[in-house]
Every structure is written in C-alpha cells, then in structure tokens.
C-alpha cells in the first residue's frame, strides 16, 4: 500500500509517519509538506533515505504539484494533517488558514476523486463542537454534537470536515475523519501551551497564561492518536467521524504548575496575560463510539506522558533551539513582549 501522509513534517503528522513506518514495514510511506514555518525536515531525518520513505516538498493547495504526484505514485490512502494549526495565529491573519485549510483539502479530495483511491482521512478536532460550560462536567462532545465554532482555525476546520462529508455524499469518495482533543508529545512547536512551558521554565522566563488559567483541556499523548488513525484506516466505516479523546481533562493553570514541579521551577515565574479573544473554556471528548466500534483505548497515562514529554523536550535541545530562536522570535515578542 501507498500512503500519502500530508503535514507529515508538523507535530502529529511527523509522529504518524514514524509510526505507520514502525508497524507497517511493507507500505510505502509519502510525506507531503509545504514547510512552513511549522514543518521541519530535520524532524524527519531518523527515516530519511529510507527505502520505502519518501519527502515532497509541495503545498496542498497547488493541484499541479498535487496531481503530479497522485500521477507519479498511484496513491491507495491520502491521510490528512496539513493545516495551519495555531488558533492564536488564526486570530491574527484568517486568510492563510481558509486557503489551506478548507481550499486545501478541497484540492487533495479531487485529486482523489480523479485518480482513485481506496480512503481519504481528513484529521479534525475537537474545536469544530465549540466549547463547554465549565460547570457542567457531565457533558461532553459526541460525533453528534452539533458544529459550532469560536474561531477562524476551528471554523476552517469544520468547514473542511463539511466539505470531506459532501464529497462522500456527493461524489462517493471513501472518507472518513477523526476529531481529536488537544495532543502532547515529542516534536510539538514552541508556540502551542505545553512546549511554551516547558522551554520558558527552562530558561525562566515568564510563563504566559492567558487569562484566570481555569479553560480546560482534555489532553492526549501523541502516539494514541496515531493508533486511533490507524484503526480508523484499517476498520473505519466510511462516511463515518470518529471522536478522539481520552478522558483526561486538565485546567491550563494546573498543567504549568505541573510542569514547574517537574523542572524544579518555582510558581512566582506564572505570569497572567490578557486572555485569548473567544477563548474556548472546555473541550471534553466522548470516545465512546471508536472505543465501542473498533476498540481503542488510549495507552499512555498522562502522568507518565507528561514526564517522556518534558524528558524529550531536556534531551532535544538541538531540535527546539533553531526554532525559538529563528523568526519564531519576532511571533513571541508579538504575543508576549520582549520578556
Ligand atoms: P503543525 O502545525 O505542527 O503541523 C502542520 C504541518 O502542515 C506542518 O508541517 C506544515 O509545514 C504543514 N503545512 C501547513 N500548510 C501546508 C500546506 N498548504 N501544504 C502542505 N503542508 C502544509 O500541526 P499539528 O499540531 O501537527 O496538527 C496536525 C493536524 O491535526 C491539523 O490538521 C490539526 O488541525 C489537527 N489537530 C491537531 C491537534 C493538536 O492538538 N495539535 C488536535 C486535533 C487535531
């Protein structure tokens, strides 16, 4: 089998390529990035040269470079990460997040539709159901909570998941989609909460939590969300969303001071800043469905994740030190000031 990894140089979907690479030896595996400020080739380098791996560099929204290649390698599974991903940087500039996000996709789907294949999989999230009140733990988002969207990235990904739906309905595409609560893990870029907080404790700097730090997330180790997609590429019924969550809810504030705990670091470094606009309060994923269908679970403790995480990030200077101290800079001085 070919499979056609998209975003594969970005956080989750450098974690996916590894993975399919670890447990299905025998299939070929194409990662398609653009490289944005986001995607880093160094991350791919442990499989670089591999026989049955191969890097293009390509946008997702360019058909010509997207049919040459569908020509060139007769993909059978086009999985889907490539996105811009940052809600913050959505707020600032919407426009680059429609094009690739929802145009984007539009573009892998024909090219699907023109060549043939056996699935699509479109990797959603959570942030497409809105947000939850904080007092009223008992609800949470099933596959049938109705879309209803804060910001511009949560409203480009659900437009996306509408139109991945339409192509199935309409066209007959074999799709499926997962949506995902929030991923930690190795590779995670510096401006997402728990890298953030992890490298400004270490060089203790101010560690900027927006607003009272009570918004809650229901966090997820990388790897179990490669599992779900994994499942669903294999036993997934088409035309069918699969919820990906498990179960581990935490507040922003709770999760800094537990990160200061691990690096020895004291609370006084929290700093307060001015909340998010249309900050999201609470996601709570209810994976009962691909539990109940195709019997994931997820392995991995968010006590013991946390601390491989936190590990990886002391172990990995040499990855993360580039990036924060490239253009990455001028996005920081931006959102929190020089300090
Ligand atoms: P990321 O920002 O770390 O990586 C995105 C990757 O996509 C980068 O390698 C970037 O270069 C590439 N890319 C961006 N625009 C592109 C384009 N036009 N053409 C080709 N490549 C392009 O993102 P992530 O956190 O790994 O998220 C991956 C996917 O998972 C996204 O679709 C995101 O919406 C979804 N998701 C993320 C989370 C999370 O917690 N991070 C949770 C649920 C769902």
Same mark, same amino acid.
């Given at each position: 089998?070919?499979?056609?990894?998209?975003?594969?140089?970005?956080?989750?979907?450098?974690?996916?390529?590894?993975?399919?690479?670890?447990?299905?030896?025998?299939?070929?595996?194409?990662?398609?990035?653009?490289?944005?400020?986001?995607?880093?080739?160094?991350?791919?380098?442990?499989?670089?040269?591999?026989?049955?791996?191969?890097?293009?560099?390509?946008?997702?929204?360019?058909?010509?470079?997207?049919?040459?290649?569908?020509?060139?390698?007769?993909?059978?599974?086009?999985?889907?990460?490539?996105?811009?991903?940052?809600?913050?940087?959505?707020?600032?500039?919407?426009?680059?997040?429609?094009?690739?996000?929802?145009?984007?996709?539009?573009?892998?789907?024909?090219?699907?539709?023109?060549?043939?294949?056996?699935?699509?999989?479109?990797?959603?999230?959570?942030?497409?159901?809105?947000?939850?009140?904080?007092?009223?733990?008992?609800?949470?988002?099933?596959?049938?909570?109705?879309?209803?969207?804060?910001?511009?990235?949560?409203?480009?990904?659900?437009?996306?998941?509408?139109?991945?739906?339409?192509?199935?309905?309409?066209?007959?595409?074999?799709?499926?989609?997962?949506?995902?609560?929030?991923?930690?893990?190795?590779?995670?870029?510096?401006?997402?909460?728990?890298?953030?907080?992890?490298?400004?404790?270490?060089?203790?700097?101010?560690?900027?939590?927006?607003?009272?730090?009570?918004?809650?997330?229901?966090?997820?180790?990388?790897?179990?969300?490669?599992?779900?997609?994994?499942?669903?590429?294999?036993?997934?019924?088409?035309?069918?969303?699969?919820?990906?969550? !498990? %179960?581990?809810?935490?507040?922003? &504030? /709770?999760?800094? +001071?537990?990160?200061?705990?691990?690096?020895?670091? #004291? =609370?006084?470094?929290?700093?307060?800043?001015?909340?998010?606009? !249309? %900050?999201?309060?609470?996601?709570? &994923? /209810?994976?009962? +469905?691909?539990?109940?269908?195709?019997?994931?679970? #997820? =392995?991995?403790?968010?006590?013991?994740?946390?601390?491989?995480?936190?590990?990886?990030?002391?172990?990995?200077? /040499?990855?993360?030190?580039?990036?924060?101290?490239?253009?990455?800079?001028?996005?920081?001085?931006?959102?929190?000031?020089?300090?």
């Amino acid at each position: 089998m070919t499979i056609i990894i998209t975003g594969g140089a970005g956080f989750i979907g450098s974690n996916f390529v590894f993975h399919m690479l670890r447990e299905h030896p025998q299939d070929r595996v194409i990662c398609l990035d653009k490289l944005t400020y986001a995607g880093n080739l160094s991350t791919l380098a442990p499989v670089m040269g591999q026989d049955n791996f191969r890097f293009v560099k390509a946008d997702i929204c360019d058909r010509g470079a997207v049919y040459s290649l569908f020509e060139e390698e007769h993909p059978d599974v086009v999985v889907n990460f490539a996105a811009e991903s940052h809600v913050d940087r959505s707020i600032e500039n919407p426009a680059i997040f429609l094009e690739t996000n929802i145009m984007g996709t539009a573009v892998l789907m024909d090219a699907c539709r023109k060549y043939g294949i056996q699935r699509y999989h479109q990797v959603s999230t959570d942030e497409v159901y809105g947000d939850l009140p904080l007092d009223r733990p008992d609800l949470f988002f099933t596959e049938t909570t109705p879309i209803h969207t804060s910001s511009p990235y949560s409203s480009s990904k659900a437009s996306a998941d509408l139109l991945v739906l339409a192509y199935h309905r309409t066209y007959g595409l074999p799709v499926t989609i997962s949506r995902c609560s929030n991923n930690y893990g190795p590779y995670h870029f510096p401006e997402k909460l728990i890298p953030l907080m992890i490298i400004n404790a270490l060089h203790d700097k101010p560690l900027p939590v927006y607003g009272d730090g009570l918004n809650v997330r229901d966090w997820l180790y990388v790897e179990d969300h490669c599992r779900a997609i994994d499942l669903i590429l294999q036993k997934g019924r088409v035309g069918e969303v699969y919820n990906v969550g !498990g %179960h581990n809810e935490m507040k922003n &504030i /709770d999760i800094v +001071k537990l990160i200061c705990k691990a690096l020895g670091k #004291p =609370e006084s470094l929290i700093h307060h800043v001015t909340d998010r606009k !249309g %900050h999201d309060r609470r996601y709570a &994923i /209810d994976p009962t +469905k691909i539990h109940e269908e195709l019997g994931w679970l #997820p =392995e991995t403790k968010f006590a013991d994740g946390i601390k491989k995480t936190i590990q990886w990030y002391l172990d990995h200077e /040499d990855w993360w030190q580039p990036i924060i101290s490239g253009e990455y800079q001028q996005y920081y001085q931006k959102m929190y000031g020089s300090r």
